[in-house]
């Protein structure tokens, strides 16, 4: 995607970007974010600073993931410290906790 987005901005007519960007708390949520944009709304690296085409930093928001009813430990979160440590610059949201209120292991993956 990241190669296909770089090369329409290349082109006569350019696909449109978002102006915002939002994820869940999930790693595989902003990692998703994170490839697809950078070097295009992000940092090469996929942070966000002033320097960004984005004009404001990518959000991360607790009540963006997946459906809830059948929960699978590949649904466990990381804390709010590791999150923040992981996406410089990218805001998360107040009701992002350290601990993840939301998880229940309902099915375990095999």
């Not at 607790?62 to 929960?71: K, S, V, W």
């Not at 939301?102 to 993956?109: E, G, K, P, S």
């Amino acid at each position: 995607m990241r190669d296909a987005l770089q090369a329409s901005q290349q082109s006569s007519d350019p696909a449109p970007l978002p102006t915002a960007l939002f994820a869940s708390p999930l790693q595989r949520s902003a990692y998703t974010a994170a490839l697809a944009y950078a070097g295009t709304l992000l940092a090469e690296d996929g942070s966000w600073n002033a320097k960004c085409a984005l004009a404001s930093p990518p959000t991360i928001m607790e009540g963006l993931r997946e459906g809830f009813a059948e929960r699978h430990t590949c649904d466990n979160r990381s804390g709010r410290a590791d999150i923040v440590g992981r996406w410089k610059g990218w805001v998360v949201e107040e009701g992002v906790e350290e601990a993840d209120g939301l998880f229940t292991v309902r099915v375990a993956v095999s």
